[in-house]
């Protein structure tokens, strides 16, 4: 067990690279206790005050229980809140649906919604009575309010993130200190899933054009301007206000 102390906890997925990385960062340089889940640990990241679980979130189950388990060890006292961020997503190869591997889509799916899902039950249950602010975000993407073609699997999985915040926040509007939920788009990131888009198939994946016009512009948020923002906006006074938001709309 963790020796006792007054800190924010921030627990996040996808945290070995990309805007996970990032956010892990910033938490820990804020004074964050910051629990990282992912395959690998990142590289060259250590605090007395990060911890890596190595999970596989595709098959989420396990994590969620290790989840559970680790929050009813800890209890609410050493933690001045509590934040799941669920960042972690996977992009399947760009191609229409119709050509497109059953393997790889459901991949894509288990990781981008499914395990949110199972974390954030977990993490509710396991915190319901915390007499602190509980917070849950689940990093989404403009494409799951705007469709693309050849790229379905991913938009599915961020429009089921918009209204899995939607319907949560409702429950837990009706608990007595329920967590505040945001489902947030956190703009256009320089990202491995961005160079995913730019290299891929143009016959396959006619919108590769608008992510390398976007690249060639200067208009990517570097990892860790985009996790500044995030930051912020988890600090936000209305945070929860709309389950549904955008950093671009801030």
């Known amino acids: 067990m963790l020796r006792p102390m007054t800190m924010p906890l ?100 288990r990781v981008g919604l499914e395990a949110p899902l199972l974390l954030s039950a977990a993490f509710l249950h396991a915190t319901r009575g915390w007499p602190l602010p509980r917070k849950l975000l689940l990093v989404s993407s403009g494409l799951g309010r705007r469709p693309m073609a050849g790229s379905v699997s991913y938009c599915a999985a961020k429009a089921g993130l918009d209204h899995l915040a939607r319907a ?44 390398a016009e976007l690249h060639a512009g200067g208009q990517l948020d570097s990892p860790a301007a985009a996790a500044a923002k995030l930051m912020r906006y988890l600090e936000r006074a209305d945070f929860g206000g709309n389950p549904v938001a955008d950093v671009r709309d801030a």
């Open 10 to 109: 921030t627990l996040i997925t996808g945290a070995s690279r990309g805007l996970g990385r990032a956010v892990a960062e910033q938490a820990l340089a804020q004074g964050h206790q910051v629990i990282g889940l992912s395959r690998r640990p990142p590289a060259d990241l250590s605090s007395p005050r990060f911890l890596h679980w190595a999970v596989e979130l595709a098959d989420a189950r396990a994590a969620a229980a290790q989840l559970a388990a680790w929050l009813a060890e800890q209890g609410p006292r050493p933690w001045s809140s509590a934040t799941l961020i669920n960042n972690a997503g996977v992009v399947s190869r760009p191609a229409p649906l119709a050509d497109s591997d059953a393997d790889d889509l459901a991949n894509a799916i």
């Open 168 to 211: 949560l926040a409702l429950e837990e509007a009706a608990r007595p200190d329920g967590a505040r939920v945001v489902s947030l788009a956190p703009g256009v990131i320089d990202t491995d899933m961005q160079q995913q888009l730019r290299g891929a198939d143009p016959q396959a994946f006619p919108e590769r054009t608008r992510f």
